[in-house]
């Protein structure tokens, strides 16, 4: 999934379409120019959660270097989040950030183990 299609999905998930349900370009031609950051705020975030190094995509049609789940099940929610926000759209604002909260949890994490230890002094 590149940016732009992570960016379509979530115009499409707070329903800024056309009566077909398509994104209409033109309509949407102000958030297409403000996106790329958008898609960076969340990508940082989710590659936290999956224990990798942050990176930014340089083009809005870059690859996200993510899972797919991640990108498909978790991102649309978060960029979505964000567009209602900056549009000023409580209601889709409220709804997608109550969504992508509730699936930021599904993020594969690396595996690990903790283990307990008190710590010493040092001499």
Do not use: F
């Not at 077909?20 to 898609?39: F, H, N, T, W, Y």
């Not at 979505?80 to 709804?95: F, K, P, V």
């Amino acid at each position: 999934m590149t940016g732009n299609d992570l960016v379509y999905e979530a115009l499409r998930l707070i329903n800024y379409t056309n009566p077909k349900g398509e994104v209409d370009a033109q309509q949407s031609a102000e958030i297409m120019k403000r996106s790329l950051p958008l898609v960076n705020v969340i990508l940082a975030d989710v590659l936290r959660i999956e224990g990798k190094n942050a990176t930014r995509l340089a083009q809005i049609t870059d690859e996200l270097p993510v899972e797919d789940d991640t990108a498909y099940n978790v991102m649309p929610w978060g960029v979505g989040m964000l567009i209602a926000q900056s549009a000023g759209d409580g209601d889709n604002q409220q709804l997608c950030s109550a969504m992508y909260n509730q699936k930021r949890g599904s993020i594969k994490r690396p595996h690990g183990a903790r283990r307990d230890t008190l710590p010493t002094p040092w001499e």
